[in-house]
Structures are given as C-alpha cells and as structure tokens.
C-alpha cells in the first residue's frame, strides 16, 4: 500500500526484504569459481614475475639506502681513511680450503667470527666450525652454494658456535648426523646488515671489524689471480653459481678502489687466497647481503 505521496510503506519494504529474502537460498555464490579465477590470475602473475627475474638483465641496486643519525654520529670519523688491512693487525686467521664441499656461506661466516672473536681477546686466533652450520642447520643441499647469509646469521644467533676442535670439518655433509652438543658451544655471534650502502660497509668494517657476503660467481671469479677484480653486468647476469667471502680491509689504487676479501678455497687462489674485489660499484651483487658480527656472548 502506498502513502499519500506515493512511496512505498513500512509493510509493503518488509514485503520485499522477505522475499528477497527467500530467493537468497536459491542464487548461492559460486564461491568456487571465483577462488579459481584468483589462484588463477595469481598464478599467472608468479610466472610472469620469475620469468623477468630469469631473463631480464641484471641490474644491480643503488647503495644509496639512508642510515640512523646515530650510526652517523658514531662511525663518520672513519669515513675518510683510505686503507686497512684487518691481517696487519693479526685477527685474520689462515685460509682456510673447503674442498668439494661448496659450503663457503660457512666458511664466510666462520672466517668474521674468527676476527670477530680475536679483535676483543688481543689477537687471540680461535678456529671455529664450519661443519656445525653444515650438519645442524637443517639446510638443503648444504654442500651447495644456495645459501643467503641471513639464515647462517639466524642459526649461529639462535644455537651459537663451537670451535673446529669439538666439531671438525670433514668436507661433506652428514644428512640426519648433526652432532650438536650445547655444553661445548663458545659463543653466539650479533650481526649488523649493512647492506647495500658500501661506504657505511667500510665504516663498519673499520669500527668493529671484518664482515662477510655472497655474489654472483662468473667463470673468471674461479680463475681470478691477482689486481681488483671488477666483472662486467653481463658477467655477473649470465652466472649460474654464487659464492661468499669475508672481507678484511679494504684499499685504493690511483682512482680504483677495493675490498680485500678472503675466499675459502685454499692458498692457490688468487692472491694466496685473497681477492681484491672492486668496491662501491655492487660487483656482482654483493652490496646487497654484507652482515658484520659486531658482538658476542660466551656460552
């Protein structure tokens, strides 16, 4: 029934929400059809997105990421020093050959705790083990190099790390063998990222010591020999394989700058196992992954 100006009245609305409301049970939402067509779509938009990341070019990322006033405040002092060399000052331990086991995001990080631990005991050299980090950490295929730093950082961080004494190295991994003992771990390591900024990279390495990376690992990596090693984009883009190496200083040659890094691939590499890797330009990527222990706690 309609009111005197012609709209509708309280009864005929309720009239109508009822009926709708009846017809609501026959009309059900295909809720099917519209979950497939989003896992569809999102599906599509995952093949898309690792397809360019598979044959787009590589592009490296600026190292232009901003700091806390803090840390300017703190570590600005060192910005302007040229040279260093973490080896002068005896905290670097021996080079160290991992063999076949590709292992060296291990390696990498041992090698910054080594320094790590020697820079506040005066110089004192402990070897620490790689083969916990293989066995224990619950890795993938943890005899090939495909590794990000962050899960060394959150293994060593959560369990710590016991000297190569008490866990040695044997060059393989011994699936469902972790030997992991907690009475015989020394310390656990606090890390910085300092990633992608190279310049607060070298700050930091200055301040509290060596630090460690992993890059994209053309052929000529392996053959390298001596002088900075500055791969092109191309190479860097076209590689299949990565590896990670601890730095220990860094230098300049006429307008050529460089971090001094360490490998773990014996003495016959490069420059008796060391590497002058040109910096400030992300060779390979890798400003986009240095972490640098900055402290420890005894167990």
Not at 32 to 47: D, E, K, Q, W
Not at 138 to 153: A, G, H, I, R
Request: charged share 20%; with cysteine.
């Amino acid at each position: 029934m309609n009111n005197a100006n012609n709209q509708p009245s309280r009864t005929d609305r309720k009239q109508v929400y009822v009926s709708v409301g009846r017809e609501l049970p026959k009309r059900p939402c295909n809720c099917v059809t519209i979950r497939n067509y989003i896992l569809f779509f999102c599906s599509i938009a995952l093949i898309i997105a690792l397809l360019l990341r598979h044959f787009m070019p590589y592009q490296p990322k600026t190292s232009e990421t901003p700091r806390p006033p803090q840390y300017q405040t703190k570590l600005s002092h060192h910005m302007t020093q040229d040279f260093l060399d973490w080896r002068e000052k005896g905290i670097v331990g021996p080079v160290k050959d991992q063999g076949k086991c590709n292992a060296s995001y291990a390696f990498a990080a041992i090698a910054a705790i080594e320094s790590m631990y020697a820079k506040a005991n005066n110089g004192k050299l402990l070897s620490f083990s790689e083969q916990q980090i293989i066995d224990c950490a619950n890795f993938t295929n943890p005899c090939q190099e495909n590794l990000e730093n962050v899960l060394s950082n959150r293994f060593l961080k959560e369990n710590g790390v016991g000297t190569e004494a008490d866990y040695p190295y044997v060059g393989k991994e011994n699936v469902g063998k972790c030997e992991y003992d907690s009475s015989k771990m020394k310390l656990r390591p606090t890390y910085i990222d300092v990633y992608p900024n190279e310049e607060w990279a070298r700050a930091h390495i200055t301040t509290f010591g060596t630090g460690y990376f992993r890059m994209r690992s053309p052929p000529s990596f392996f053959h390298y020999k001596t002088g900075i090693y500055n791969p092109t984009k191309e190479e860097c883009g076209n590689a299949n394989e990565a590896r990670s190496l601890a730095i220990v200083g860094y230098g300049k040659d006429g307008a050529e700058k460089y971090w001094i890094v360490k490998g773990s691939f014996g003495t016959s590499w490069g420059e008796h196992g060391y590497m002058k890797l040109a910096r400030n330009v992300n060779a390979c990527g890798m400003a986009e992954s240095i972490s640098i222990p900055i402290k420890y706690k005894l167990l």
